[in-house]
């Protein structure tokens, strides 16, 4: 993603000055947000602990694969990151929490190379400390699955974790180092899904893995659609163009009460203003063009997630940001937590 758009400095100085020109107002429409109810916005007491019962989602990370401060990026996006790290700034990741008297399950959706911390977090979440998730991926490209190394020997050295993972991405795990020693070891155990075919996440939850387009060049590529007793989420954190799915994004999103949707990309202005019909995600202002029609009930349902280190709306301060949930639209937030 860096080399793509190093030179578009002139073009992000401005949206920055935007930004900043925006930034009292935008302080109010941030705050709003933030007072969205408890179980929306969870910080630090354990879901365990306040005695919910229904499984839990939590989003664990809301980036894309490179995170934040993304390599070689020096612009103002990151630079301040290489110096002080925000905690805030993981990896794309959704964790799942299934109570049950006094224990339960955990399953992560994507092993990010910010899974150290995810796993501690959706433990930490859901109080459910001794508990190890399972963990669903959705394609063979690094910020999704190279979490997985830290199962091995040389960090967690974990026993049977189970792994979810469609047919060519399984047979990709088993064939090739590392991961194929994870497997030998016993570290993990893969399973494999099949296509719009329903899979136990835990007792009370389960998950419709549905093929998207995507760059498959070791993997198939999925979304999730997950189902707990109460609502259903939909979890799709890259995709091409809309438009190049077999599957209807409003139909789905009348399926279901949230929807997780691959936002790397604002607009043209973060790609150096190339022609956006070239670059193989949906602009955030596209899906919003795309999706503009619908009721403000059905867009409320979108939350924003994996975007670029460069994406104006990881501030709640920005032009861009405000712009979005002034349109009806959300951005997904870590440890946002949302009952299934
Ligand atoms: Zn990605
Ligand atoms: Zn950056
Ligand atoms: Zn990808």
């Given at each position: 993603m860096a080399s793509k758009i190093r030179n578009v400095a002139p073009f992000f100085c401005i949206l920055l000055l935007l930004a900043c020109a925006g930034r009292e107002e935008a302080n109010v429409e941030g705050e709003a947000d933030r007072q969205r109810p408890i179980v929306d916005s969870?910080?630090?007491?354990s879901s365990a602990s306040q005695g919910w019962k229904e499984p839990m989602l939590y989003v664990l990370g809301t980036l894309?694969?490179?995170?934040?401060?993304?390599?070689?990026c020096d612009r103002p996006c990151c630079r301040n990151l290489f110096l002080r790290p925000a905690t805030?700034?993981?990896v794309v990741s959704l964790g799942i929490a299934d109570f049950k008297s006094g224990s339960g399950q955990l399953a992560m959706f994507e092993a990010t190379p910010d899974v150290a911390s995810q796993w501690h977090a959706l433990q930490s979440l859901s109080g459910l400390a001794d508990v190890l998730p399972s963990i669903f991926l959705t394609h063979a490209h690094i910020g999704h699955y190279?979490?997985?190394?830290?199962?091995?020997r040389e960090v967690?050295?974990?026993?049977?974790?189970q792994v979810h993972a469609m047919p060519r991405f399984r047979q990709f795990l088993q064939t090739n180092g590392p991961w194929d020693q994870l497997i030998s070891l016993g570290n993990i155990v893969v399973n494999s899904l099949a296509e719009d075919s329903i899979v136990q996440v835990t007792e009370r939850v389960q998950t419709l893995p549905i093929r998207v387009p995507h760059r498959d060049e070791y993997s198939e590529t999925v979304g999730y659609r997950i189902m707990g007793p109460n609502h259903t989420v939909l979890f799709i954190p890259d995709i091409d163009k809309?438009?190049?799915?077999?599957?209807d994004l409003k139909h789905e999103l009348s399926l279901v009460d949230r929807a997780y949707l691959?936002?790397?990309?604002?607009?043209?202005s973060e790609v150096g203003?190339?022609?956006?019909?070239?670059?193989p995600h949906p602009f955030m202002v596209e899906t919003m063009d795309f999706l503009g029609a619908l009721s403000a009930a059905e867009k409320s349902k979108v939350h924003f997630i994996?975007?670029?280190?460069?994406?104006?709306?990881?501030?709640?301060?920005?032009f861009a940001y405000r712009h979005v949930v002034a349109s009806g639209f959300h951005i997904a937030r870590m440890d946002d937590a949302y009952p299934l």
């Open positions: 969870l910080n630090n007491e894309q694969d490179g995170g934040a401060p993304h390599m070689g805030d700034r993981k190279s979490g997985l190394m830290f199962l091995g967690l050295g974990a026993t049977g974790i809309w438009e190049r799915w077999e599957h691959d936002a790397t990309f604002f607009d043209a203003y190339r022609d956006m019909s070239e670059i994996h975007m670029n280190h460069t994406n104006p709306c990881l501030s709640d301060t920005s």
